[in-house]
């Protein structure tokens, strides 16, 4: 893992409140914190904790009421934006294209600028897809079809990935072939990305920082650096301690 | 016990046999010269009465071919139900963006859509007379509704991760329609389209028993009015035959180009 070098901050939550009447997630009520850029930072805690529902604020899907809200650079969030790119657990893709269909599904709504056929090709070189460029989603599997969502968010050139549980329907070997995968794209592009996970190892072992919160409304509980050489051996003393840490204020 | 694979022909060739058997025993029945065959003539009888007329059918002028009596029905039928589709999936989308649209427009679409096509028939032909127009009209009334509901259904089905994932893409509102929910629905609403076929081929039917000049209906009417059974056999049997080939078609289509489902 690269270690980061003098981040700035992504985004600035400011008192954020949400509250939801039917939509999923928990409620956000003045919640303050800070997302640094250029860092891989993982969201963790229980279910119904405010998870998802701070990472759909990162987006702009969910909007704060009263004076609070998401600060990017250095402007409240009021909707979606190019700029910050969501992947979600499944129903990524659009199933009547395929895997190069769907990678390039951006490029119709650029006005002169989008990426190439040869950038497209690149990406999916670099996320293993590119012998599989012709096949529909359902001809994929759950990881072919979830590097799909990542280098179709990726060759839109966000400047923030979000990615809510991407990984957790995978099992455990493709689940760290995605890891790796992560990583490497994260050491080529150097993007800020947000995971929300339920998977305290995948945290630690992707994540530059790991959050971690509790209760409803949503509070954090943990916030640690986990971009040491330390965390990436996940017998080292370290790294089971924080894992035994964030075990016992999660369960 | 080990279930014997089937072979995948087995099928067509078991229901080629049963529409054999089923022609066999009915040439049976007529060849003993039995009361059923005047009034259900056997093929090998209809067949050559047609023949004989070299496949035009009516009187003098008014006399059609078999071929355009077809190319008639087809035309108002899928005349009928294309508009229909295409009105249903702007209908849908309308009531799926607007509240005031809802509101206004489903208690009118509920109120008429228990309404069988066939009880149209008096007031279209008041309207657009006796020619193409009124059987394309009835055609439209006995698909329009359900399609336009299905619409709507197909609409509310689409995960919301499809609009989100399109418009952090950059799609605008309308981009979103047409990239995204537009090709969602397609297949759901062209798959109740073809178990329409059936009522709408129905539907155009009878509307071509009120007084169209050509048209298989028309056919049927005829050989009624002129007590000539060789007549109504045959445009049944030709009715039987194109409905069921057309379904397969649509069935085709729905299965090679519309065949994903979200």
Known sequence: MLMKTDPVTAFRIEQLTVDYDTNDGGPLRDFSLSIRQGEITCLLGPSGCGKTTLLKALGGFVIGRDS???????????????????????????????????????????RGNGPSDPAIDAMLQTVGLDEAADRYPHQLSGGMRQRTAI?????????????????SALDVSLRRRMHTLMLDLWEKTGKTMVMVTHNIEEALKVGHRVIVLGDSPARVLIDADTSSDAMNDRYSSEFLQLQQRIEDVIY | MKKRPTSRFAPLIVGALSVAALLGAWELAGLQGSMLASVLPPPSQFLRSIA???????????????????????????????????????TGALLSVSRFATWSLSPILQLLAPIAPIAWIPTAIVVFGINDFTAIFIVFMGVYFILTLATLAEIRRIPPEFQTVAGNLGANTLQRWIWVTLPAILPGVFLLLRTNFIAAWMAVLVAEMVGLRDGLGAIIMM????????????GM??????????????????????????
């Open chain 1, 151 to 167: 280098a179709r968010a990726l060759v839109s050139a966000p400047q923030v990935l979000l990615l809510d549980e991407p990984f």
């Open chain 2, 223 to 234: 050989g009624r009015n002129l007590f000539n059974n060789d007549l109504v056999m045959f």
């Open chain 1, 68 to 110: 609070g809200g998401v600060l990017f650079e250095g402007r409240y969030l009021n909707g979606p934006t190019p700029n910050i790119v969501m992947i979600f657990q499944e129903n990524n893709l659009f199933p009547w294209l395929t895997v190069r269909g769907n990678v390039a599904f951006g490029v119709k709504f650029k």
């Open chain 2, 52 to 90: 004989q007329s070299n496949f035009r059918i009516g009187l003098g002028s008014q006399a059609a071919t078999v071929t355009q009596s077809l190319l008639a029905t087809f035309l108002r039928v899928f005349a009928g139900m294309g508009i229909a589709f295409v009105a249903a999936i702007f």
């Open chain 2, 237 to 262: 049997v030709v009715i039987g035959i194109t409905g069921f080939v057309v379904d397969r078609v649509l069935q085709l289509i729905g299965q090679r180009v519309l065949w994903w489902r979200v």
